[in-house]
């Protein structure tokens, strides 16, 4: 599966809202792409009525990931990345109440959501399963429809735009696979984020490229630490309860600390025994996924339902590993970039096409990568991790009970950041010249098993834990 695609850094992390990147940020900005063909190419005073057809997986879980309250906010014109999360509840009932929306904040038209909302629960399309469709019909009769489709990650491929790559770039260093980018760092000198970080001077300035990752660790930042610190259950009905906030504070023996920082220093002060250090990359994880789960703001990396995973390793890297350096710190993001860029090339990051390898498997492969490297790591080591990593969650399934990302969803980012490190290590005490296994074969080999994989265990709900665990007994 080749795709001559160009991805940035900025196309693999993405600001968004929980719980999922593929149905319920794609979604968002699908209908936001819609809204602006609306605005483009005719006037939103004369739009009449719109409608949404969900197919697919978006269909069977859309309601546990909030595709429906995505494509409503899209269609209003709000900003996943800016939107305040305390109000989407309140706007959702608005919507649900009133019966009306504010097309693009601009025009009023009638929208009850549980009529012009369609999941089409048995009908899928051939080119993906998470696909939807927009139907606008005009004032003078006219009408149109247009189909996108959220492929993972928040990237969303426009019906007959697929092969229209707007993100296309003269890249200095073209990568398609592993073997590509271990040729550039051998013909270079360069490390994978040296490599990564040229390549991003094609799209824009350095000091852009840089502002914009700091961005992003301060997004997940502020995630593991709102996470860390707040309790509760979960939205859905599963009465799920948040595990972080409770560790946190038996790590830290009750003691609070008014922001990150103090907060850090706390946890940096508090030891280094193994099952320390592993307690709380179980509770970075936690923290992240359990904010996912509750419609709050994340970052895609490269999902949302594998969220966790990189901002627990990355945390480990700063908290234990003397990596609270900015630097390092973009480092470590830009190198992960380039592994999952490569997985999405040469197989998928979509859940609903590749099971939870494609999600858990990927991040834990790009973290493993990026803590080799920063920690001191050769190409041929980072690239051994990466592997590693893959390696041992191939063939894992998507099977979300009542199609929410939390059981089993958020314990596997807890256990993709823990193969990360775990890979890491081999990796730095290995010859990568007697490994067995490349990087390019297990990507090969995700996507055969991606190929082969039950439709039911691709994030359906229809298999696996989702039909084995009862409701309301999710914790027992």
Not at 163 to 168: A, Q, T
Request: negative net charge; contains cysteine; proline residues 4%.
């Amino acid at each position: 599966m080749q795709t001559n695609e160009c991805i940035s850094v900025f196309d693999i992390f993405k600001i968004g809202i929980g719980p999922s990147s593929s149905h319920t940020l794609g979604p968002w900005k699908a209908a936001l792409s819609f809204l602006k063909t609306l605005e483009q190419k005719y006037t939103l005073e004369d739009v009449a009525s719109v409608k949404v057809l969900l197919y697919g997986s978006l269909a069977k879980t859309g309601h546990g990931h909030g595709t429906d309250v995505a494509v409503m906010l899209g269609l209003c014109g709000e900003d996943p990345v800016t939107f305040d999360v305390n109000k989407i509840d309140s706007t959702v009932f608005s919507l649900k109440t009133n019966k009306k929306m504010l097309l693009g904040g601009k025009k009023e038209i009638p929208f009850n959501p549980p009529v012009d909302i369609e999941f089409l629960m048995n009908e899928s399309l051939p080119y993906h399963p998470n696909a939807l469709t927009f139907l606008c019909s005009f004032n003078n009769g006219d009408s149109i429809a247009e189909t996108y489709y959220s492929i993972g990650g928040g990237f969303v491929e426009k019906e007959g735009d697929k092969n229209n790559n707007s993100n296309s770039a003269d890249l200095y260093f073209p990568i398609e696979n592993s073997q590509d980018l271990l040729h550039w760092c051998i013909k270079t000198g360069l490390s994978i984020s040296e490599i990564v970080g040229e390549n991003e001077n094609a799209w824009r300035p350095e000091s852009e490229t840089r502002a914009g990752i700091l961005k992003i660790w301060q997004t997940m930042k502020e995630c593991i630490y709102r996470g860390c610190h707040k309790e509760g259950k979960l939205p859905g009905g599963l009465d799920v309860s948040r595990r972080a906030a409770p560790l946190n504070k038996r790590l830290l023996k009750g003691k609070t600390y008014s922001n990150y920082d103090e907060w850090l220093a706390a946890i940096r002060e508090g030891g280094s025994s193994f099952q320390y250090i592993l307690d709380w990359v179980s509770c970075f994880a936690l923290a992240v996924n359990e904010e996912n789960a509750s419609f709050s703001r994340v970052v895609t990396a490269p999902t949302n339902g594998a969220a966790g995973v990189i901002p627990a390793v990355l945390q480990y890297f700063v908290a234990f590993c003397d990596g609270n350096d900015e630097d390092k710190i973009i480092q470590f993001i830009l190198c992960a970039s380039e592994i999952g860029s490569i997985f999405k090339k040469g197989a998928t990051i979509s859940a609903a096409m590749g099971g939870c390898q494609a999600e858990i498997g990927v991040s834990s492969a790009m973290a493993a990568a990026a803590l080799t490297e920063c920690l001191g790591g050769s190409i041929r080591q980072c690239l051994m991790a990466s592997e590693i990593a893959m390696e041992h969650h191939l063939g894992l399934t998507c099977d979300p009970v009542a199609g929410l990302v939390q059981v089993p969803c958020i314990e596997r980012n807890t256990m993709g950041a823990i193969k990360a490190i775990t890979a890491a290590q081999l990796a730095l005490q290995s010859n990568p010249y007697q490994a067995r296994v490349s990087l390019d074969a297990v990507v090969k080999t995700m996507w055969e098993t991606a190929l082969d994989m039950n439709t039911k265990y691709k994030e359906t709900a229809d298999g696996g834990l989702a039909i084995n665990i009862p409701l309301g007994l999710s914790e027992c």
